[in-house]
């Protein structure tokens, strides 16, 4: 079983940032793609971005790319999400999710994750 630990949500101002970190308790971590997603309030979950397992690929959302950056070290177990020019509809419960031994090609999906994290919070201000 794989735990998924989301930090470093809060309160951010419009235009600001906001670095998330997932820490993953599982020992194939290297061979996990991951995965962002985000719900905002009275929304459906939707999908932010997806790591390969070397890190070498990325994809995001269309309307995210350009503010916000998915990375990972693996060597530390851990998927992070940097978000810039935050606006207030960025505001959301942001999930980081694990997928072993998966397919990047479908990381834009949540049916191809196997756990999720508990969720952390990310409140915009305007």
């Known amino acids: 079983q794989v735990q998924l630990l989301e930090s470093g949500g809060g309160l951010a101002q419009a235009g600001g940032s906001l670095r998330l970190s997932c820490t993953s308790s599982?020992?194939?971590?290297?061979?996990?793609?991951m995965g962002w997603f985000r719900q905002a309030p009275g929304k459906e979950r939707e999908f932010v971005a997806t790591?390969?397992?070397?890190?070498?690929?990325?994809f995001y959302a269309d309307s995210l790319e350009e503010r916000f950056t998915i990375s990972r070290d693996n060597a530390k177990n851990t998927v992070y999400l940097q978000m810039t020019s935050l606006k207030p509809e960025d505001t959301a419960v942001y999930y980081c999710?694990?997928?072993?031994?998966?397919?990047?090609?479908?990381?834009?999906?949540?049916?191809?994750?196997?756990?999720w994290g508990q969720g952390t919070e990310v409140t915009v201000s305007s």
């Open positions: 999710a694990a997928s072993p031994g998966g397919d990047f090609n479908r990381g834009w999906s949540e049916s191809e994750y196997n756990y």
């Open positions: 599982g020992s194939t971590f290297s061979r996990d793609v």
């Open positions: 790591i390969s397992w070397t890190g070498s690929h990325t």
